[in-house]
């Protein structure tokens, strides 16, 4: 029987292996270092695998994922890249790119790029209630109200996960994805 500190290192391993081999998916054949926003665009793909949506978040049952991104997106074609041909639980994942005052109606994961820091608390007021996984990498987002932060430290890409935005949106995060991220509440200061 595996103890729970053994468990815990294996999913840290996967995880790091699917950071991984995304990361050189996307860099393909060209012996080139996986960028930053690649390897992040790996972590937002892998979230749509750990994260539960409420049945009614989806207009049919073959309806697909839709990640969005609004503001200056970062990601170049990397989540594109990433997510053709992919399917999540037999649904298909579709990439939109939104600008602010855009309707974010019918989105499953929106990251939330920098170039909307201003806009912040209105984008996540506009959102409350709904079961939209908000994922970004500004300093501060999880406490400010955002479910996934992805944060640089040392070189390696941390997450910090907001649980009690994402159970009031009507969305569940799987425990092992919980037990690998820092878990931050509203309204606390993020070192």
């Given at each position: 029987?595996?103890t729970?500190?053994?468990?815990?290192?294996?999913?840290?391993?996967?995880?790091?292996c699917?950071?991984?081999?995304?990361?050189?998916?996307?860099?393909?054949?060209?012996?080139?270092?996986?960028?930053?926003?690649?390897?992040?665009?790996?972590?937002?793909?892998?979230?749509?695998?750990?994260?539960?949506?409420?049945?009614?978040?989806?207009?049919?049952?073959?309806?697909?994922?839709?990640?969005?991104?609004?503001g200056?997106?970062?990601?170049?074609?990397?989540?594109?890249?990433?997510?053709?041909?992919?399917?999540?639980?037999?649904?298909?994942?579709?990439?939109?790119?939104?600008?602010?005052?855009?309707?974010?109606?019918?989105?499953?994961?929106?990251?939330?790029?920098?170039?909307?820091?201003?806009?912040?608390?209105?984008?996540?007021?506009?959102?409350?209630?709904?079961?939209?996984?908000?994922?970004?990498?500004?300093?501060?987002?999880?406490?400010?109200?955002?479910?996934?932060?992805?944060?640089?430290?040392?070189?390696?890409?941390?997450?910090?996960?907001?649980?009690?935005?994402?159970?009031?949106?009507?969305?569940?995060?799987?425990?092992?994805?919980?037990?690998?991220?820092?878990?931050?509440?509203a309204?606390?200061?993020?070192?």
């Amino acid at each position: 029987m595996k103890t729970l500190a053994t468990f815990r290192v294996g999913w840290l391993l996967a995880l790091a292996c699917l950071s991984l081999a995304g990361a050189r998916a996307v860099a393909g054949s060209t012996g080139v270092e996986a960028t930053e926003y690649q390897i992040k665009a790996t972590y937002v793909y892998n979230f749509t695998k750990f994260a539960d949506w409420p049945a009614g978040a989806f207009a049919s049952s073959n309806a697909p994922i839709v990640i969005s991104i609004i503001g200056e997106d970062p990601f170049g074609s990397a989540l594109d890249d990433i997510v053709r041909g992919e399917l999540v639980r037999n649904r298909q994942l579709v990439i939109k790119r939104f600008h602010a005052g855009d309707d974010l109606a019918n989105c499953h994961v929106l990251f939330i790029c920098r170039s909307e820091k201003e806009h912040l608390p209105q984008l996540l007021e506009q959102l409350k209630g709904r079961p939209v996984l908000t994922v970004s990498d500004m300093d501060g987002f999880a406490g400010q109200g955002g479910m996934l932060n992805l944060l640089v430290v040392r070189k390696t890409v941390k997450m910090e996960i907001n649980q009690e935005a994402a159970a009031d949106a009507g969305l569940q995060i799987s425990v092992k994805l919980l037990k690998l991220a820092r878990l931050v509440k509203a309204g606390a200061s993020e070192p």
